[in-house]
């Protein structure tokens, strides 16, 4: 599913990605764990192909695909979605039209029919129950006025809405009390399935109770330097990542 | 005053026309205002009517309306000629036995007037004020809301050739009355064009004032605004909410100069939209004289391509003018590198007991969120268009009447095309 080789991104003068390699398969849920700064962002933002995130080397593909030539709405449009560690609020910017707005676009660049009005409204109410976000808070401008917590569950409620083949979830867990986690359990857990991937980053093992990742990784100095199984987490949270960094070295 | 600068051809044409005055003493030693004045630096109307034009001829085109207004009464000037409304007969105007202008009977409680001469030229009229002087020199036409009548009107001013015209309108709002004002100016071709208002806001009076600028990208186009606002009566004061929606010009000004004479309040907002290498000047001038005056301005503007956008605004608290509450903020888009925003927020303030607010900012579309929609799947140029109206969108959320502010977000929407 998702291929990443060699992947090499600069920021300011410092190569933050350095020569990283990941390979996530379809049906699989794989989460990255390290040091704050070690760049776990960066990849999450460099996959979405945010602007000024252009690897200097490297590729990444979807399905064989590579999506470095693309815009952020196209690889969105092929599948690949992002749970912003901190997600924006956009004044002025009704919800509910921003996001019919981006389901449309999405589909019509997938050459599929766009969902109407009364239809999108009804999986948009069932989604906000689900997530428990109110339909007065909903009425506000995107993210306008949400604690951090509420902009957390409407990074859940589009992941459930846009239905990604590939969800890159970053930092989804801080902040979030334990009935959030839960929430997000249910959404992730929900949509699992044989044609999806999920990159969850965290630096918790708490989500991965209710996440059961099928491998975990290790990012330090710019590349994934240690991989294993769920029993990873525990051992990460016991003893740091300072055994795993000096590998990077 | 500085030393005579040699006139232009158009200028001394222009001179020939004006009685000996301030006005022509103004006109003789510095010309039309541009670079080298002030009030004028970012907008060179001297520089952009450097070739000689003639008086208009008759107008000859056809514009659809930008913006219509339910149940108003629509007037229409061509080219600076009041057009006769439609169905009344028109009663002289007589003036020591001599007729000097027609007036109408619109409607119950509204009075239009045209009369055959402007006013004699003003003395002193300060450098910057030349074109407001010059406009009032042109044959009057009034329009009166008497007193406790409510009314809606639409004042069409259609332009079009290349030559030069202006017009002279004069607006009371008798006792008690409410007003809506919808002033258009839909220009086509090159034509110079000197507009004036000026509105009278009597005591308990309320207007809901509109004006609309379509694109015109080879016009110049100066629309002068000269406000009063009557005090408070029995504890209602006159209300004055007006907004502006400027869509450029190769030179626009539209410029306002308010007087709260007492407690009176007034949102003065403006929005402009602008691309390619269009202009646009928001300039307001608001004089507090008397105590209590309210004034809340809110001015937002984009600029695009190789455009400029002007904003001047300034507050001038006399020294009466106890408890004045005065808000100014104008906030500016750029959305290219070729885009020019110059704006300058003047207090000057004479009383002690006041409360004085400006902001001024000036920036691109936040990346941020232009990223996170496009991460969602929306296309950049959808994003900036969603960015776009949702900015603009703070000041059109000021408009109270539903259908009017629908009408300007279209307009505004559809601005850059
Ligand atoms: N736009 C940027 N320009 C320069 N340096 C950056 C930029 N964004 C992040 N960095 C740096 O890159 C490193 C990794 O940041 P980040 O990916 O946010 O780490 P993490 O998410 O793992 O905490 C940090 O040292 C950070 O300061
Ligand atoms: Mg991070």
Known sequence: MLNINNLTVTLGGNKILNGLDLSVPAGEVHAIMGPNGSGKSTLSYTIAGRDGYEPSEGDITLDGESLLEMGPDERAAKGVFLSFQSPPAIPGVATMNFLRTALNAQRKARGEEEMSSAEFLKVFREHAKTVGLSPEKLKRPFNDGYSGGEKKRMEMLQMALFEPRFCIMDETDSGLDIDALRMVGEVVNSLRGPDRGFLVITHYQRLLDYVKPDRIHVLAGGRIVHSGGPELAKELEESGYEQFASEAA | ?417
């Open chain 2, 1 to 417: 005053m500085s030393s005579p600068i040699p006139l232009t051809a158009f200028e001394d044409r222009l001179l020939a026309e004006v009685p000996d005055t301030d006005l022509a003493e103004l006109l003789r030693s510095r010309g039309l205002p541009g670079r080298r004045t002030e009030t004028w630096k970012w907008s060179d109307l001297r520089g952009a009517l450097r070739d000689v034009r003639e008086p208009s001829g008759a107008y000859a085109s056809k514009a659809e309306a930008p913006i219509t207004l339910e149940g108003a009464t629509v007037l229409t000037l061509k080219n600076g000629v009041p057009q006769a409304p439609h169905g009344v007969e028109p009663k002289p105007i007589v003036k020591s036995g001599e007729k000097v202008g027609s007036t109408y009977v619109v409607e119950d409680g509204l009075v239009v007037s045209f009369y055959d001469q402007g006013r004699d030229a003003e003395d002193e009229i300060g450098a910057g004020e030349e074109l407001s002087a010059l406009a009032a020199l042109r044959p009057l036409m009034s329009i009166s809301v008497l007193p406790g009548f409510t009314h809606k009107i639409v004042l069409r001013r259609l332009s079009d050739g290349e030559g030069r015209h202006g017009d002279n309108v004069f607006v009371t709002v008798g006792e008690g009355a409410r007003a809506t004002l919808v002033e258009t100016h839909e220009i086509t071709g090159s034509p110079f064009v000197n507009s004036r208002t000026e509105l009278e806001l009597d005591a308990k009076s309320v207007c809901d004032r509109f004006i609309v600028q379509t694109a015109a990208s080879e016009a110049v186009l100066v629309h002068s605004s000269v406000l009063r606002l009557d005090e408070a009566k029995d504890g209602e004061t006159v209300k004055l909410n007006q907004m502006t929606l400027a869509l450029g010009a190769q030179l626009a000004r539209h410029e306002t100069r308010l007087t709260h004479l007492g407690e009176s309040e007034a949102k003065i907002d403006a929005l402009y939209r602008l691309s390619d290498s269009l202009h646009t000047d928001i300039t307001s001038h608001i004089t507090f004289e008397g105590e209590d005056g309210v004034t809340d301005q809110l001015v937002k503007g984009i600029a695009d391509g190789r455009s400029r956008g002007v904003f001047q605004g300034k507050f001038l608290v006399q020294r009466g003018a106890q408890r004045t509450d005065a808000k100014m903020a104008h906030h500016a888009l750029l959305l290219s590198k070729g885009a020019q925003i110059n704006a300058k927020p003047e207090l000057e303030i004479y009383a002690d007991d006041v409360e004085c607010a400006h902001g001024n900012t000036a920036g691109a579309l936040d990346p941020e969120a232009l990223f996170y929609m496009r991460q969602r799947g929306v296309p950049e140029d959808e994003a900036r268009s969603l960015l776009i109206d949702a900015f603009g969108g703070e000041v059109l959320e000021r408009v109270k009447d539903e259908a009017v502010r629908e009408q300007l977000a279209a307009l505004f929407h559809g601005g850059a095309s």
